[in-house]
Structures are given as C-alpha cells and as structure tokens.
C-alpha cells in the first residue's frame, strides 16, 4: 500500500455528489497531481438482508424492493425469481414477459437519467449554455443528427430563456454541485446549451416511461405486480388498448434516444477523444456478463461471459459458482471469501481516524468486496456491450459496429470514463429496440390463446428446506439474490448488487475495486475540484440508495411552520 | 397527458426499512384506512421513488407530500411542520449533500420541467433513521395524530371533508401489515 510521502497529498471527496446514496472517496495524489492510490467507501450499513430473515419467502419481494428507491424493480423480480427457483417453479411465458417489458423499459429509463440528470453536469456547464448562439446552436444540432430532438432556433432560444429565468431567480441550486468554469469543460456554448435542451426534455421522457412501466406494475407508485409464480396484471396485459399506450411511450423514448442521447454522446465522445484515447478512468479490464432476456428461438438479448485484463479475444464462459463475497476490507465480520449462500451480515465497525479520515490500512467501508473466481469485477452496460460485440451476440453486434464506425471507438476505449458513457448509450438503443420484438411475442402467444399468467402451487405442499438464486442482468449491472428457506421461513439472505461489485473496497490481497483501479492514474487539473475523479466515479452510475429518505432542511428557518401540538398527547 | 380525474393526491415517501424514515408511508396508510374524502383524494405510498415522483407530482392539481424532515433548531422528535414546497424551495435547501434525487430535487427538477401541482410538505422529525427495522419509534408513533391532523387541516383548506371511516385501523395494524405482505398479495388474484 502507498504511503503518504511528504510530496504526496490526500484528497477527500465525501460525498460524491449527485449519486444514488452516500460513498466516499479518498485519493492519493503525487507532486504532478496524479492519482497514486485510491480507497472507495460506501457509508450507510446495509443491513436489508437481516430484515429479511424469518420471513415468509412470498414476502421477500415486497420487502426486496424497498432496498432501493431507483432499482425497486430490479430488486423485486430478483428477489421473486430466487424464491421461485428455490421452489422450482417454472412461470408462464407470459408472465416471463411481461417482466421482460418492466424490465426493459427501465433499462432505458435508468440511462437516461443517469446520463442527462446525474452526469452530464460533469460535462455539461450550466453557464456557459446562457451564451450560446442559438441559430449556431441549431446548425451545431444537425451536424449530430439529420433530425436532432427538439433543436430548432427557437426551441433552443425558449430553453435559453428558461434557464436564465431560473439563474436570474436565483434557483441554480438544482445545479450547484458543477465545477464550472473549470478547464476540462470542453464543450462549447452552443453544445451546452444543446444538452440542457435534452435535460429538460429528458425529465418529460423518463416520466412517461415510468408511466408506462406503471401499465403492468399495477397502479400505486410501489410496484405490486409481481408474485411467487407469476405476474398479476393479467387484465392489463390482454388489453390491447394498454399495451397501445405502453409501446406510444417506448416510440417516443427511442425517438428521443436516436435524436437526442446518441447524437449529444458522439460529441462528447468527439470533445473528449484524447481523454479517450489515452486511457482515462479505465480500470482493470475485468468484464463479466450473465447474459439473459431470451426470446422466442432461445437466442439471448444479452450475451453472457468473462474477459480479463482487457484480453478480448479469450472469452471465458460465466459460471455463477465463482461468485464470493468477502470483507476483509468491510466493516463486517470475515470469513474469507464465501459462497453468498453461507454469508453472513454482522457489522464490525471498526470506524474512523480520529480526523475522520478512512483507516485505509484496516477495514474503511460498509461495502462488502465480491469477486470471481477470487477477481473484481466491472459490471454493467459496458461489460455487457463488449462482451456482447466480442460474442457477436445478434442484437447487439450491429449497434456497437456502427457506433464504432461512426465514432472512431476500439472496443477498448469503451474500457474509459467516457467509454461507460457511450456503452450506456449504445444499450439504451439496442434495448429499446427490442422491446418492440418482446412486445410482438407477448402478442402471439396471447393469440394462441396461452393466457395464462400464474403457475398454480399449494405453498404447504411446498418444500420447507430449500435455497435458490436469481442472476440477471439489471441497468447498472449484474445484480443477484440468494435466499435460504429453512421450516418454511428465509433462513439466510443475500443480495450481491451491481454497485457492490463496482464500488467494492480492496480485498486480503490489496487489489483494488473497480472504482479504485479506475481512479489510480487519473491527472488532475486543480486538486482543489477533483472533477476528473467524479466523472470517472459517475461513469459506473452508482447507485447505493438504500440510504434513507429524510427531507434535509437543516440551516434553514423553518420555526414558522411549525405546527403545534393538537390532541391530548404528551 | 391528461391530468387524472382525481384532483388531490396525498403521497407518503420514505424509506420503510429504516425506522422513523418510513413515517410518511405508514401515515398515508393510516389515513387511507380511516377517512373517506369528498372529493375524492388519491392516497398513495411514494416509498422511495425519488426521481420517479415526478410524474406524481405533475398528474394532480394539488398534492400533500409527507416525509420525515431533519431540522437545526431544538424540535424533538415527532414535532410536525407544514409548509408550501415553494418556501422550501425559496430558502434554496440543497446541502451538498448524497441524498441527491430526492423529494427537494424532485421539485425542483418539477419547477423547471413545468406543469408542477400545489404542493405542500407535511413532515415530522424522526427519532430514528438509522436502525433496519420496520416500525416506528414511540416518540413518532405518539405523536403521529398530530400529523394526521395537519394533513386534515390542509385538505380543509382545500375545500375538502374527510369522513372517519366506520372501523377505525390503528398504526400498529398499518405496520403489521407491511410486516405481513403475503396473505395480501395472494388476496390481489
């Protein structure tokens, strides 16, 4: 481990900002102000799985899906799926479906706002964009695109408008965590402005697609649409009026996806092309895919697999066996590496420096460290593009070939900051597409009048000691449950999460999380705004929500709301 | 798209699986267990939807958020405020904090998309937030009528009656019930 020498200097990022929940960073940077070492903390215990324990695995989904507020419904059907491969109960197609369609839509939702509403702020400067010249602007928009989204001089000039209303009443602090005016904006104005085009435009587009989501995942805002055996939204499902409405909204979305994300991630990837070139943010070349969401002839939209240190052509297939979890390096107990069947969640706290600083040479965060085949791990749209491509998977060879193409991109400068972005990108494409196809099999097999949803089973009949897992592929990564049943009760639970593979702390070994190997080596222009270790941190869209919920109004003068007390209490 | 036939919405965000934070979802089940509303009111458990609300928040005319809130000055726990989001917003409430696509994002995230409802922050200060257990401190739990009061306090105000419902369902039936899920799922075929 590098020790701080008197040239060398720490650098504190706590919190990461404009994330799903609460991770700390702590760099080491040398006298050139280059990242020597580099230790990612995740901050809030995550103890869900222990509130799962004692439970009736029917319950577990319900519960599952308050894990996290982005990736509620990812968490719903793993949990589910577990439970169902632990009692070995085969669900309907249509039911496999209709999870399909959730699923898929939100593949598209969560990249968009990732890009657009949690990241593009990295890039993007708010500022700048008010001195755009819009008829330039417009002109700028078609060089991207033959019919760029929403960017004519007026469009553009109205959205100018909006935003210096917003500046000028003083509201910026939707915006306030931006470096602007920093060196590594490379963007001109008039780009700027384009992509705060997109922003606002993106809050209307990921709304409707929640809105369509909601179409099979039941009316409230929590989804109760899934079940042990199946789906319940029968009714909505053989509507053909809903399933109308849901695939107006998917058109839309794609619209927007080929006018607007694609064309404003060709010119990032254009503005930053040395950045790309020269490695930035790449980390160790691990890739793993489970692969999955299969349609009709068994051929997989996804393809599944493993590569190592960036080495392409030597495809190793993806065995779920070789997952363990350790927490060497968490504030756990350890056990060594472990099969996430036989894990346990004890904390073991061990806390900070007396500066409040991470003790870096002991246990520093409440993320645990899975690995494969004793390896971290980088999950998520970029391992699933390259290997995707590399196995010449059907559906998704075609777009990275013309994203490619039209960009200049070797499949290893997907392996960068701004490569994940693009990676990003070019899935939302591809998998908005297929939703059409999963949308035409879900109508031919309704025709042959296979309309059932639910795989039929007397809980009582069923076996009371069990375990089982569901591996699948979700927005950020691959995410996976497993659960242990014993007397007909969750006996053990865990979940292995896509952030928890990216952002994971070191190891026994001292190798670096994904996050960290790909922070170390990063130069920073100013120390003082480590902006190229957000980015590079934003790049992997992490999610570590299951942080609580409570409104911050802290420092403000609230004394006037106060209600006071009614009734006869206290 | 159109706005939804019902007009008010009442939404209960938090997260359930840490304490007190899960005070605004329990509240808005306990208020939908016990009154019926003329006209009528949409009553909903926003969890921990964030960005998701947004669509919430754009469908209604009107809309009471309830949340847990962290305040500097000396309230105890279970102190309730009600207050326009707007004031909230004007005060330009954003710590820098990670807690970043929440509810006050949210609106503002709203303001500048446009088509935003009337919306009013009901909350309570927590107790606990940290412990991963389902249910609720005594302190909030004793004083959660209060927060019942001012959501019917702020629906008058709206020109809305609620009518106590028949056989009343007390808090601990609302939380057992988010402890006992299955036999509901099951009831929903």
């Known amino acids: 481990m590098t020790q701080p020498t008197a040239k060398s200097q720490k650098i504190i990022i706590d919190p990461v900002t404009r994330i799903e929940g609460h991770l700390r960073v702590e760099v080491e940077v040398d006298e050139n102000n280059q990242v020597t070492e580099a230790w990612a903390s995740g901050q809030l215990f995550r103890g869900i799985e222990t509130i799962l324990k004692g439970r009736d695995p029917r319950d577990t989904g319900l519960i599952a899906q308050r894990i996290c507020g982005v990736c509620t419904n990812s968490h719903y059907r793993a949990s589910i799926s577990s439970v169902e491969d632990a009692y070995q109960i085969q669900i309907p197609k249509n039911a496999e479906i209709v999870r399909n369609l959730v699923s898929l839509a939100l593949f598209v939702q969560d990249h968009l706002v990732h890009y657009y509403h949690l990241h593009s702020l990295d890039y993007v400067d708010v500022v700048s964009a008010l001195s755009a010249d819009c008829e330039k602007a417009s002109q700028i928009a078609h060089q991207w695109h033959d019919q760029p989204y929403q960017c004519s001089q007026g469009d553009l000039k109205a959205v100018q408008q909006k935003l210096a209303d917003f500046v000028a009443a003083g509201r910026l602090g939707l915006f306030a965590n931006g470096y602007w005016g920093h060196a590594q904006y490379k963007l001109s104005p008039e780009e700027n402005l384009i992509h705060m085009n997109h922003y606002l435009e993106a809050l209307r587009v990921q709304r409707d697609v929640s809105r369509a989501i909601a179409i099979f995942g039941g009316k409230t805002p929590h989804p109760q649409n899934l079940v042990v055996g199946g789906v319940t939204s029968v009714m909505d499902m053989l509507n053909p009026q809903r399933l109308n409405d849901y695939l107006f909204v998917i058109k839309d979305t794609q619209a927007f996806v080929k006018r607007a994300y694609l064309p404003d991630m060709k010119m990032v990837v254009a503005a930053y092309g040395d950045q790309i070139k020269a490695g930035e943010g790449r980390g160790h070349g691990n890739f793993m895919s489970s692969g999955g969401y299969a349609f009709a002839d068994g051929e997989p939209l996804f393809a599944s697999g493993v590569i190592w240190g960036h080495d392409f052509d030597q495809m190793a297939e993806f065995d779920e066996r070789h997952i363990t979890e350790e927490a060497s390096r968490s504030w756990y107990q350890d056990a060594g590496p472990t099969s996430p069947y036989e894990e346990t969640t004890e904390p073991d706290y061990t806390d900070l420096n007396a500066d409040g600083s991470l003790k870096t040479e002991g246990k520093y965060s409440w993320i645990k460290s899975p690995r494969y085949q004793g390896k971290p791990m980088e999950v998520g749209p970029a391992a699933r593009m390259i290997i995707g491509y590399q196995q010449n998977a059907r559906y998704i060879q075609p777009y990275m070939q013309q994203f490619m193409e039209t960009t200049g991109m070797t499949l290893l400068d997907f392996s960068s900051t701004i490569g994940r972005n693009a990676a990003r990108a070019v899935e939302a494409e591809v998998v908005g597409d297929m939703i059409f196809k999963f949308v035409s099999k879900l109508i031919e097999n309704i025709k042959y009048y296979d309309e059932t949803t639910w795989t039929k089973y007397v809980f009582e009949d069923l076996p009371k000691q069990t375990q089982g897992r569901a591996i699948l592929e979700v927005p950020r990564g691959t995410l996976s449950h497993f659960v242990c049943i014993d007397e007909a009760k969750v006996s053990n639970y865990q979940a292995v999460v896509p952030t928890t593979w990216n952002a994971s702390p070191k190891d026994a070994q001292g190798v670096r999380g994904p996050y960290e190997e790909a922070i170390v080596g990063l130069t920073l222009a100013d120390p003082q705004q480590p902006l190229e270790v957000l980015r590079a941190v934003h790049s992997f869209d992490p999610c570590l929500a299951c942080a609580v919920h409570v409104m911050d109004a802290k420092g403000q003068p609230l004394a006037e709301y106060r209600v006071p007390a009614m009734g006869g209490v206290c | ?189």
């Open chain 2, 1 to 189: 798209m159109l706005k939804a036939p019902v007009q008010t919405a009442v939404i209960g965000v938090g997260n359930i699986l840490f304490c007190d934070d899960g005070l605004g979802v329990y509240a808005s089940q306990v208020l939908a267990k016990n009154y019926d509303f003329s006209p009528a009111v949409d009553v909903l458990d926003g969890g921990t939807l964030g960005m998701n609300l947004l669509s919430y928040f754009q469908r209604y005319e009107r809309v009471i958020v309830l949340d847990a809130i962290s305040v500097s000055d000396d309230s105890p726990p279970g102190t309730v405020y009600s207050m326009p989001a707007t004031a909230l917003q004007a005060m330009g409430a954003y710590r820098q904090t990670a807690h970043e696509v929440e509810v006050l994002q949210t609106l503002e995230m709203g303001a500048l998309a446009g088509g935003m409802a009337d919306i009013q922050i009901v909350a309570m200060v927590p107790e606990d937030i940290e412990s991963v257990k389902m249910g609720l401190t005594d302190s909030v739990e004793t004083h959660l009528p209060n927060l019942i009061e001012s959501i019917l306090q702020q629906l008058a105000q709206w020109s809305i009656t609620a009518t106590p419902k028949p056989s009343p369902h007390a808090l601990t039936q609302v939380v057992r019930g988010y402890q006992t899920l299955s036999t509901v799922n099951e009831s929903t075929f």
